[in-house]
């Protein structure tokens, strides 16, 4: 079992920056695969970006060069560092934590991007 608890989310201007973070306990964060996905109203999720157990990357092709993921085994925390926002990234952003056959998600936290 592992409990994900998201936060950082919040009202940006295009062009800012935001860090959401994941806090993961209950389980072995090292073993999981993290992920965040974000829905917008009206939308599927989707997935933004992802980490592997050994740490390798991979973003959809909207946040590439904007987005960064990363993960801290000693905190058992993974991050989203977004830069450069733009108003499509507003959405309401989920922390996954993969290990086959499960797949745990945080509550969410809303990420808004306007002027």
């Known amino acids: 079992q592992v409990q994900l608890v998201e936060s950082g989310g919040g009202l940006v201007q295009p062009g800012g920056s935001l860090r959401l973070s994941c806090a993961a306990s209950?389980?072995?964060?090292?073993?999981?695969?993290m992920g965040w996905y974000r829905q917008a109203p009206g939308k599927q999720r989707e997935l933004v970006a992802a980490?592997?157990?050994?740490?390798?990357?991979n973003y959809v092709d909207s946040v590439k060069g904007r987005f960064i993921i990363s993960r801290d085994y000693a905190k058992n925390t993974v991050y989203l560092q977004m830069n450069s926002l733009k108003p499509e990234d507003t959405a309401v952003y989920f922390c996954?934590?993969?290990?086959?056959?499960?797949?745990?998600w945080g509550q969410g936290t809303q990420v808004t991007v306007s002027s």
């Open positions: 980490i592997t157990e050994g740490g390798s990357t």
């Open positions: 209950g389980s072995i964060f090292s073993s999981y695969r």
């Open positions: 996954s934590a993969y290990l086959w056959p499960k797949n745990y």
